[in-house]
C-alpha cells in the first residue's frame, strides 16, 4: 500500500501514452516509453527523496522485528495498578503545555476569515494534524459561521444514524428557509421524518432558496471515526456534502482515512480543502471508546473476572476442579452424568474458562485458556 | 440538591448537578442513577463533561457508567463555584445554533438558543471589548468587504468557469449529435417490431415475440479516460442533451450494480428517475405503467451507465435480460461507458446477455483533447485576466501528469489557486476592475474597504513595480492606470503569441500546457530581453542570435519555429489564415500575415492552373514546366521563411512572460506551496512529523532542546512515538512502559546525577524506584498517562492494539518520517 495519499510514484505508463499520443485508439493501446516532453524543472524532487525515505524506514522497521531476538516480557510484568485506581488517575491527569496549546489554538483565529471564505466559495474543509480539533472547529463556527445554520455530526460515537442526522439538517434547512421569506406563505410540509433519502438529498439541493448563497454547515468531528466508518455512511455523507445548500468542515486523525473516500468523492462531492491545523490538544472525546491497555488486557483483569464468574456459580459447579474429566468428577460425586458434565462445560465455555481442542489422537480436551500467573492468582481467591 | 436526569436523544442520560450537591460531598465517589435510554446503557459507555470554574473552563474528567446503570462522578474539587454539566459529547449529532439574522448575531454570538456551554470557551482569555458598537462596526464592515470581495472572485471566476463548461460541451457537440441520431434509428426499429395493443399494454407482463425483438440497443462508448471522474461530468451533459431532445433519460452508476443489494437497487434507482412519490417495491412493471402513461409514446427511454466494467457482472446481466424481456413495452435503450476496449462487455458479461446486446461504438474525445481545450480557454483565450505564475503551471502539470489525470481536478486545482489569489492578495478585486473593463477609470478600491491611498501604496509597493520604476516619483492613479493597462496589453500580446504558436504546432500531438510552462518562463531563453527592468525591446538581435544558436534544439516554441519553416503550401495557408485572426489586435503582424495570405493564395491559384494543365502536359512542355514548379517551390520557401521570421519576431517581441511585468501580482497567483497543501493533504507524513517536531509547532520553553534527547516535558504521545521508533514493527507493551516511565523519571534523575544521564533508552527496565523524590509522579499516573498516550496513537492510527496471538505486543502501523 502507498503510504501517502497522492505519493509522487514514476508517472502512470499509460498516462503517458495518453499524454504523448493524441491519436492512438483505446483498442491498439500500447505503453510506449513515451518521447514525453518534461520540463526542465521538477518540483517534487526533494519529496522523491521523503518518499524513499518512508519505505526504507518501513522495510528497516520490518527487518528489526524479524531478526533481534524479541522480548518476552508480558504486560503483566508492568504489575499494574487496580483499575480503577488507573481510571481515576487517567481522569486527573494535568495537562502538558497548556498554556502553548491555548495560544496555538488562538493563532488559529487569524485564519478563520480564511476558511469561511473558502468555505463559501464551495470548498469542503478537512483539518487534519495532530491533537483534538473539535473545540477549534466548533469554535470557528460560532464565531465566524453565525450566519449560517450549524449542525455538528460526532463521528467518534460508536453508531450514528444518518437518516437522522438528515432530517435535522432538512428541518434546519427548512427554518432557515422560512425565516429568510417571512412574507411569502410557507406551503405545508411533509413530515421529513417520513420522507425518503433521495427526497431529504433532493430537497437540500432543490433551488427552493431565493439566493444561492445560503447554505447550512455541517461538521462532522472525525469523519474517520468509528461510526462513519462503513463505505455507505461516507458515500451518503459525500452525498450530503455534494447538495447545493449544503457545505462540510470535517476533521480526520487516522492515518490512513484517505482511503475511505474514491476520487469521485474527493473531487466532486466533498470537494475537500485540506487544511494542516495541529493543535496538540488531548484526544479526550475522541478516544473514549478506546479500552486502556493496561485495564483490559492484563492478566491481573482476567483472572479477576474469573473469579467474579467463579463465584457466581453453583456451588456444585465452584468446587469442581476444572482440569478434572467426567470420571474422576463422578467419583468425587460431583456429576452423575455426561449431560450435568456437559452442561457445567458449556457454562465455562461461554465465558470462556475453558475451552475445548482435539489432541493427537482425535479426543476432545478440556483446558483453560487463562496462564500461569494468572491461575496462580486466580486459585488462593476461589480456595481461601 | 437537585439532580435532573432526562434523556438526551439516544446515547446517553443528561446529567445536571448543582453546586449545592457537590459541595455536600467532597472528595468521595457520588453515585448517580441513570435513567436508562432508549439504546440502554452499555457498561462502556462514557459520559464526559466540562468543569466550569467561575467561568473559566477546564477540561473535565471522563466518568463511567457502571454496569448497574450508575454514572460515577468524581468530585474532584472542593471548590466552591463548582458547576457541573454532563454528557452532550457523546451524542451523535447536535445542532450548534441556527442561522441567525444579521443584526442580531453581532451581539449574541455564543448565546443563541442552543446550549453553548458544553463549548469549550476560547474566548475567554481574550480581554472583553471596550466598545461593542465599535467593534460591531468594524466585523460589519470586515464582512461587508469580504462579501465584496466573494462577488468579485464569484464573477472572475464563473466567467472562466462558464466558458470552460462551455467549450467541452462544444466538442462533445458532435458525438452528442451522433448519438441521439442513433438513439432515433433505434427507436424506430423497436418500434416497427410491433406496438403492444390495448390490452397487452395493460397486463402487468411482458409481450412475447421473436428473438430479434428482444435486443437491446447498446451504445458503448469509449471514455479514453484514466479517471472515470470526467465522464460524469461528460454523462450528465449527454443526459441534458438527450433530454433536451425529448427522451427520457436515467443516469445508473456502478454503485446501483452492487452484488451486494441485487438487482433491486438499480430498478429503484432507475424508478425514481422518472416515477414520482414514494416507492416501496421496485418492479419493472411499475416502469411499463409508467411508460404508458406518459402523453406521447415516441420518444426512447434512454439508460445511461457510466462505468460498466465496474458493475457487478451478475447484476448487470439480470438487468440486461429484464429490460430485453420488457423492451417492447418500455422501449429502452441503454448507453455504457466503457473504459478500456470494446472487449469490456465480452469479458464482463455472461454470452447469453450478450445476446441481448446489439452494440454499437462510440468515442468520446481523449484526455490530451480536452485538457487543450481547458487550458486554451482558462489561460489562452480567456475572458478573465486571472493567471497562474511559471512555478504554479509546472506545478499543476506535474500534478495532472502525475498524480491526477483528470481533467476535473485539474480544474479544481485551478479553482483553488484563484480562491487563494482573492484571499491573500488585497489588490485581487483589480481583476473584477478587469473583467468589467472600465479601463479609463482608475479602480474603486473603497468598496472593497482599501482607501485609494492605500491602494496605490500596496501597488507600488510590490516587488515588480519596485524593480522596474524606481525612477518614477510622483505616484498617482494615473501612473497606476497606466501600469495596469500596460500590464493588460502585455498580458493580452503574450497570449496572442502562445495562440499562434499552439497553432503552429497542433498537428504534432503537442500539450498546450506544456507549451504554456515554457513561454511562461521568466528565466526562460526568450524571456531574459524581457527582464524585469528593462522594458526596452532589444534593438540589437546579436543577443537573441546567441541564445538562438544555444537553444536550437530544444524546447517547444523552438520546434514551432522550425515547423512554420517546412510547412507545405496549403497548411500555411491554413496557419496563417488562424493567425490572421489572432493577430487582429497588432497591427505590424496582422498586415505582414495578410499580405502572407495573400501571396499564399496566389501561390494556390498557380498551383491550380498547374494541376489542371497537367493532364495535357506533353513532354516537350515538362522543361518548361518544371522551371515554373521550381520557381512556385521557391516563392513557397520564402513564405516559409518569412512566416517563421515573423512568429520568431513576434516571440522575441511580444512573448512577454506575465512575471516579467510589472504590477502583475495584481493577477497571477504564485503560491504554490499553499496550492500543493491545499490540494494534497500529506496526512500519514503530517501527523508523524507533528509528534516528532512538536516543538516547532507549539513553541513551549521548556522543551527547546532539540536532538535526539527524549524530555519528560514533552507531550507524552511524542515520547511514545520517539521511542517507538527504536522498535521493529512490533512492540513490546513492557518494554515500551518502561522506556516510556524512565523518560518520566528521567528529570529526577538529572537534577540527582547532573548530565551523566546517558541518551540512550535501553528497553530493558532499570528499577527506579529506589530514587525517592518528592514530586515523583505516582506508579498510578505513569500507567494511566502511558494508556492515554496509546489511546492517542490509536486515534491517529499509529499503532494497533494487541491481538490474541500476540497479546504484549502492539503493531505499528506506519513508519516513521
Known sequence: RKAKLFPPVPPLSFLHSFWSDGEQTPESRTFPSAAFCRPAMEINDGEEEEEFEFSRNYFLAKELGGS??????????????????????????????????????????????????????????????????????????????????????????????????????????????????????????????????????????????????????????????????????????????????????????????????????????????????????????????FPLILAHSSTAQSAKTAAIVLQSLTPNAQSMPIESLYAASRERFLVSSQVTLNSHLTEFKDHELVRTRRNADGQDCVYIPLANDGLQKLLPEINP | GSIETREVHSAVAFVSARREWLDGKQNERVEVEAQKTESGLVPTHLALGSCHRGGATSGFTVSEFTPAGKLLVPSGSSSKGLHLHCCCYMEPFTILHKASSRKTDKISTGTG????????????????????????????????????????????????????????????????????????????????????????????????????????????????????????????????????????????????FSSKNGVGTCLRSLLGQFVTGSLDTADISMLATWYKEQQNNDNPVVIIIDDME?????????????????VLKVPAILIMGVATTVDAPRNVLPSNALHRLHARKFTFQSLPEKMNYVVETAFVKQSSEFTISHKTAVFMRNYFVHQNGSVTSFIRALKIACAQHFSTQPLCFILHWFLRDEDNEVPQSHIYGLSQERMLKLAFDLPSWKSTNNQITQLSGETLLDGLTQLKKLHKTWRMVVLCLYEAIKGENVQLLDLMCEALDPKGPFASQFDIGSRVLPSDDSTSQKFHSLEKNKGLINRAIRRVKELPANQLLVLMKAWEKHTVDVPEFHSEVKALVLSLLKLEENGESLNQNKVEMTNTRKQALRGHLNGADKNLRVANEKASNLVDLMVRRYMCPVECVALHEVLCFDCVDQLQAALIGDMRRRIQMDLQDFHAIIRCSCCSKRGSTILPSMPDSSIMYTLAQEHGDVVNVHDWYQSFKSVVLSTHMVSKRGKSRSKQHSPTPKKRKTTSELSQPSEASIQARFCKAIVELQVTGLVRMPNRRRPDYLQRLAFGS
Not at chain 1, 533481534?68 to 491527569?93: C, F, W
Not at chain 2, 458493475?311 to 448487470?316: G, P, R, T, V, Y
Open chain 2, 113 to 256: 438558543k442552543s446550549r453553548t456551554t458544553r463549548r469549550i470557551d476560547l474566548t475567554a482569555s481574550l480581554p472583553a471589548s471596550t466598545d461593542i458598537s465599535d467593534v460591531n462596526a468594524a466585523e460589519s464592515n470586515e464582512r461587508h468587504y469580504s462579501n465584496m470581495r466573494m462577488e468579485a472572485f464569484e464573477a472572475v471566476w464563473s466567467s472562466t468557469e462558464s466558458s470552460i463548461k462551455d467549450v467541452l460541451r462544444e466538442a462533445n457537440a458532435t458525438i452528442f449529435s451522433e448519438i441521439h441520431e442513433w438513439v432515433r434509428d433505434s427507436f424506430d426499429t423497436i418500434v416497427s417490431f410491433g406496438v403492444p395493443n390495448f390490452h397487452e399494454a395493460t397486463q402487468p407482463f411482458p409481450v412475447v415475440k421473436d428473438a430479434t425483438s428482444k435486443q437491446i440497443f447498446t451504445g458503448l462508448v469509449l471514455t479514453r479516460n484514466i479517471e472515470f471522474v470526467d465522464d460524469l461530468v461528460t454523462f450528465e451533459d449527454l443526459k441534458q442533451h438527450l433530454k433536451s431532445q425529448g427522451c427520457h433519460v436515467a443516469n445508473l452508476s456502478s454503485v446501483d
Open chain 2, 310 to 326: 465496474r458493475c457487478c457482472a451478475s447484476i448487470l446481466s439480470e438487468f440486461i435480460h429484464m429490460l430485453s424481456e420488457w
Open chain 1, 68 to 289: 533481534s531476538k524479541k522480548s518476552g516480557r508480558k504486560i503483566s510484568d508492568i504489575d499494574p495498578v487496580d483499575e480503577q485506581e488507573l481510571r481515576t488517575a487517567a481522569n486527573n491527569l494535568e495537562p502538558k503545555h497548556e498554556r502553548e496549546v491555548a495560544s496555538l489554538m488562538e493563532s488559529y483565529k487569524a485564519s478563520y476569515p480564511e476558511w469561511g471564505f473558502m468555505l463559501r466559495t464551495g470548498f469542503g474543509l478537512l483539518m487534519y494534524g495532530f491533537g483534538s480539533k473539535k473545540a477549534l472547529i466548533e469554535d470557528f463556527a460560532s464565531t465566524s459561521l453565525t450566519e449560517y445554520s450549524v449542525v455538528v455530526i460526532n463521528g467518534y460515537v460508536q453508531s450514528i444514524n444518518l437518516k437522522q442526522v438528515m432530517v435535522a439538517i432538512a428541518e434546519v434547512w427548512w427554518d432557515q428557509l422560512k425565516a429568510k421569506r417571512r412574507n411569502s406563505p410557507s406551503q405545508a410540509q411533509q413530515p421529513f421524518n417520513s420522507r425518503s433519502i433521495d427526497d431529504l438529498l433532493a430537497f437540500m439541493d432543490g433551488q427552493e432558496a431565493d439566493d444561492d448563497k445560503s447554505f447550512v454547515c455541517i461538521i462532522v468531528n472525525n469523519i474517520d471515526g468509528p461510526g462513519l466508518r462503513e463505505p455507505e455512511s461516507q458515500h451518503l455523507l459525500a452525498r450530503i456534502a455534494s447538495c447545493t445548500h449544503i457545505r462540510i468542515i470535517a476533521s480526520i486523525d487516522h492515518v490512513n482515512a484517505p482511503l475511505l473516500w474514491d476520487k469521485k468523492m474527493v473531487h466532486t462531492q466533498f470537494n475537500w480543502y485540506w487544511y494542516h491545523v495541529p493543535t496538540f490538544a488531548p484526544y479526550v472525546v475522541e478516544g473514549v471508546f
